[in-house]
């Protein structure tokens, strides 16, 4: 409770301050909605052309879509201490000033980021989920409203566990922003489409080292009542855990990593 | 058992070196930055720990106050190791880099001070008394509702300290901390210093370049070159130890008067005026220039600064590092 | 001509040195390439289009080989807008539109051929349908170089426009960002623009970004005849008069502003 004061503090402030420059603020929010939408477009423009993909209609593709968006848009705005200001946090030192505070370094970075321009992002999120969720004909009751829940919390959990392989290289100071992105944000062009049209590697890529197919197609897929692979119900509750699993495995590893920190920033 | 304790404490750092033609992986260096140091401190002393740059001052401090964790040797702090009980150690300690900031940016600095209550856990009451004693000490009455952004370099200073000394530190460390003052900045900082440590007992180690610094604070200084400890003691046996000469030129408006001058002092004439070469060790400096000012009216004077820089080539040469 | 030249030069050398994000860039891109491939074929299974797969597939290749192109951008220019130190450099007698037009052509060219070969070998090497196809013909393909070049230009032409924005507002991230957008989606980045609904395509092929890469990919496909080259030139060069000239204009308008505010 009293981490989610600070938290709450903290990204009031960081508001706070962002709202110094509103003009830029307000232009990059509606930048990132014209990003968005764009990419919405492309689907939509896709199912108009090719009408349904290996049996996944077109509000199935839009439900899809709308989850990995959420998921991952939602990560970036509270997560931007670990998706996009870590590096940064390392070179100018300010890493230095958490490790010497009371309160755990991974609290400290994550109430140090936060990136309000991305809530045009998830409304174009919700939106393809409310589009998608009427074309599929989903009826909707309070176990599959848990599992919508569950499955976006552990896509999060997911996201920000790739993207602290980024924080962890930039401890060492080595550059692997490149790298990292074809995992992060290649996981999401990919898992953004049903995981069942990709070959196997890519499956197997997404299923047991970026499990996005555990987290987010098995329980959407589900709650569309066509469960993927024609999986049993408990799955649908059960595998987006491995969301957390991997979040936990990289914030062991994010510590490990910080004994080797060598703060050589100035 | 001292209150701060380090035993033959070693840091290596690999650095990669420049990629050669025709080589595919870059060769390693291995930098001993601290190579066996010992010393321990006493609570309520206020030390100064000194060295050329890359010496390993700041590789000491960030490993004392929990930042690093060394490849050998041991050290405590009232008990705890910092590396190993890091949030606990940390509650005790206040931190000050020079050259960087703990505070937020773009916010006022009473934000910051709120959230630093959080992030230390110190109940409000207590925070409201220590808050308002540091803002009279400090004089940041008016600055609170400013944010950092706007604050001179000075006044940024003085926050800071106020950030790193709200929960009541034992243990405060300055990195350089007057680096870039004005003169008035500089005097009044150290005031502030002295009272803290006065009034509330704190424990300072502070790392600087200013050796003023150090004769304005420190009962004790340390120096440190090339990962090892050279001296420990007062300031006064180091100078008296590694004594440098230090310069001044006097300019008179009227003819040169004459001047009674102790012994050790060196005196030549230049083309207008006189140039003076003199021990501070034997003869404190104001001395010298109440001497000099009594003479007769002077036109300029020009005191050649005294640095950490010279005392550690002094010392160099003689340990012959 | 020949300040310009050396600039040029000079950005080449500096290109060269980093390899490291080169090699990360190329496999990273490699995978994007590949995600995209998977994704048309498994669309093609269930519907297959005018457009043979192969062709997407080509057309998917080429356009992240040379991402790049469109990408990369002048930070050391971004930095100094934002400190203000451009106005020194606006104030110089070289006409400083050339000079930075010069050294973002030289950033472009370098940083997208020295990725585009690696990943063009590679995509070549992958099964058929999966990987780059030959060019349809001889004369597709030697049609297609100078279609590239004059992309180039169109590219580094709409770079500058970018970058004058940004000159006004000192936040490169906001107009950037959406000036970068409609390029991604209407260069055919996010979506080859073949698959756009036909009657978008014909509005859309008329854009400046449909000139980056659009075009001189269909000539390699053999979608545009080689007989179609020499309206696609025109095309193109019509685009690259147009934004060279209005970027120009912008940057003497900035120019002006500066120097009456006495930058």
């Known amino acids: 409770m009293d981490i989610f004061r600070l938290y709450t503090k903290s990204i009031g402030m960081l508001l706070k301050s962002h709202l110094q420059y509103t003009s830029s603020f307000i232009m990059q929010t509606l930048a990132q909605l014209v990003m968005e939408g764009g990419e919405m477009m492309v689907v939509i423009l896709i199912v108009d052309r090719f009408e349904s993909l290996k049996g996944w209609t077109g509000g199935n593709l839009y439900f899809f879509f709308g989850m990995m968006s959420v998921s991952f848009y939602l990560t970036e705005l509270f997560g931007r201490g670990i998706t996009g200001d870590f590096p940064m946090m390392v070179r100018t030192g300010r890493l230095d000033t958490f490790l010497v505070r009371p309160r755990g370094v991974l609290t400290q970075v994550l109430c140090g980021g936060t990136d309000p321009r991305r809530i045009t992002c998830i409304a174009v999120g919700v939106a393809a989920l409310i589009m998608g969720s009427r074309l599929s004909g989903i009826s909707w009751n309070l176990l599959k409203v848990f599992v919508l829940v569950e499955s976006i919390a552990m896509s999060m959990l997911l996201i920000l566990g790739l993207f602290m392989i980024e924080a962890i290289f930039s401890i060492f100071s080595v550059k692997s922003v490149e790298l990292v992105n074809a995992i992060t944000y290649g996981g999401r062009s990919a898992c953004q489409y049903p995981i069942d049209i990709y070959p196997t590697p890519l499956r197997a890529l997404f299923t047991v080292i970026a499990p996005f197919a555990l987290t987010l197609h098995v329980p959407a897929s589900w709650i569309m009542d066509k469960p993927l692979y024609g999986w049993p119900t408990w799955t649908a509750f059960v595998t987006p855990l491995s969301g957390a699993v991997v979040f936990i495995f990289m914030t062991v590893m994010f510590h490990l990593a910080l004994r080797h920190y060598r703060s050589t920033g100035s | ?321 | ?263």
């Open chain 3, 1 to 263: 001509m020949r300040a310009y030249l050396s600039v040029f030069k000079m950005r080449l050398r500096m290109e060269l040195q980093y390899r490291g994000a080169m090699i990360g860039g190329i496999l990273c891109q490699m995978f994007f390439g590949l995600i995209l491939v998977a994704l048309y074929r498994a669309l093609y299974a269930g519907k297959p289009q005018s457009v043979p797969i192969e062709s997407v597939a080509t057309y998917v290749w080429l356009q992240q080989a040379f991402f790049r192109m469109m990408v990369a951008s002048d930070s050391e220019l971004l930095d100094k807008i934002r400190s203000g130190d451009i106005s020194y450099d606006l104030c110089r007698p070289v006409n400083m539109y050339g000079f930075y037009y010069a050294r973002v052509m030289a950033q472009k060219l370098m940083g997208s051929v020295m990725r585009a070969v690696p990943m063009l070998i590679m995509a070549f090497l992958l099964p058929k349908g999966w990987g780059i196809t030959l060019p349809s013909s001889f004369s597709g393909f030697l049609a297609c170089i100078p279609a590239l070049a004059l992309g180039l230009f169109c590219m580094c032409a709409l770079e500058n426009i970018t970058v004058a924005f940004t000159m006004r507002t000192l936040d490169p991230r906001g107009m950037q960002g959406l000036l970068n957008l409609l390029m991604m989606t209407l260069s055919g980045n996010l979506l080859p623009l073949n698959l756009f609904p036909a009657s978008w395509q014909k509005v859309i092929t008329f854009f400046p970004y449909a000139q980056l890469l659009d075009a001189p990919i269909r000539l390699y496909t053999g979608e545009y005849i080689p007989a179609d080259a020499f309206r696609v030139y025109v095309l193109q060069a019509f685009w690259v008069v147009v934004l060279i000239s209005l970027g120009a204009a912008m940057w003497n308008a900035n120019r002006k502003r500066m120097i009456v505010q006495g930058g």
């Open chain 2, 1 to 321: 058992m001292s209150y701060i304790e380090v035993n033959n404490l070693k840091k290596d750092f690999v650095v990669k070196k420049k990629r050669e033609k025709g080589r595919l992986l870059r060769e390693k260096d291995t930098v001993n930055a601290l190579k066996g140091i010992s010393f321990s401190v006493d609570k309520g002393e206020l030390v100064g720990y000194i060295g050329p740059n890359g010496a390993g001052k700041s590789t000491t401090v960030k490993i004392l106050s929990g930042i690093l964790t060394p490849d050998g040797g041991s050290a405590t702090v009232g008990g705890l190791v910092p590396w190993h009980e890091r949030k606990a150690h940390v509650k005790n300690i206040g931190v000050v880099f020079g050259q960087r900031s703990q505070l937020w940016w773009d916010v006022p600095i009473i934000d910051s001070y709120s959230l630093l209550k959080d992030i230390y856990r110190i109940p409000q009451r207590d925070y409201e008394a220590r808050l308002k004693e540091l803002s009279e000490a400090l004089q940041l009455d008016e600055l609170m509702k400013t944010p950092l952004r706007l604050l001179s370099l000075g006044q940024r200073m003085r926050a800071e300290l106020c950030g790193s000394l709200l929960h009541r530190p034992e243990l405060l460390f300055l990195d350089e901390p007057t680096i870039g003052l004005d003169a008035v900045s500089k005097l009044s900082l150290r005031e502030f210093l002295k009272w803290e440590n006065k009034e509330h007992g704190t424990t300072i180690m502070l790392t600087t370049h200013d050796m003023e610094d150090i004769a304005a604070l420190c009962s004790r200084v340390m120096v440190i070159g090339h990962g090892q400890k050279l001296f420990d003691g007062k300031l006064n046996d180091l100078l008296e130890r590694f004594d440098t000469v230090r310069n001044v030129s006097v300019k008179y408006d009227a003819a040169l008067p004459e001047l009674v001058l102790p012994e050790g002092v060196e005196c030549s004439k230049t083309e207008d005026g006189i140039k003076l070469s003199y021990k501070p060790s034997k003869l404190p400096t104001a001395k010298l220039l109440s001497i000099l000012q009594d003479a007769g009216n002077i036109s300029e004077l020009t005191l050649q600064p005294e640095n950490t820089d010279h005392l550690i080539a002094a010392m160099y040469k003689e340990l012959d590092l």
